[in-house]
């Protein structure tokens, strides 16, 4: 069965740290490409980051560059947000995809299939 659990968010204060984690069961990473997402209510789901595992191309969203960095470890079949300087409107559920197309030439939710089930992000002020 194939399967995605995110982990590791939390409440943490304005300038902390959190890595998310997102475990990939019944399929092997080397083959998809992975995007984190986050969604507040009453908005759209919103791309963050995106890792291709054919070439290793990044992707970030524009108010998260030099602050999150994606990576994988292959032995673990898990994908890793690491979220540095966190800020009051990072606040979300965090969720982790894959890629339709295999590649990272979209972040848009709807080119994603296989979803976690997300996990709440709270930066406080």
């Known amino acids: 069965q194939v399967q995605l659990v995110e982990s590791g968010g939390k409440l943490v204060q304005a300038g902390g740290s959190l890595r998310l984690s997102c475990a990939a069961s019944?399929?092997?990473?080397?083959?998809?490409?992975f995007g984190w997402f986050r969604q507040v209510p009453g908005k759209k789901r919103e791309g963050v980051s995106c890792?291709?595992?054919?070439?290793?191309?990044?992707v970030y969203k524009d108010s998260v560059k030099g602050r999150f960095t994606i990576s994988r470890d292959k032995a673990k079949n898990t994908v890793y947000l690491q979220m540095n300087n966190l800020r009051p409107e990072d606040t979300a559920i965090y969720y982790c995809?894959?890629?339709?197309?295999?590649?990272?030439?979209?972040?848009?939710?709807?080119?994603?299939?296989?979803w976690g089930p997300g996990t709440q992000v709270t930066v406080s002020s």
């Open positions: 890792l291709s595992n054919r070439d290793g191309r990044t």
């Open positions: 995809a894959t890629s339709l197309y295999g590649d990272c030439r979209s972040t848009e939710a709807n080119d994603f299939g296989t």
């Open positions: 019944g399929f092997t990473l080397d083959l998809y490409a």
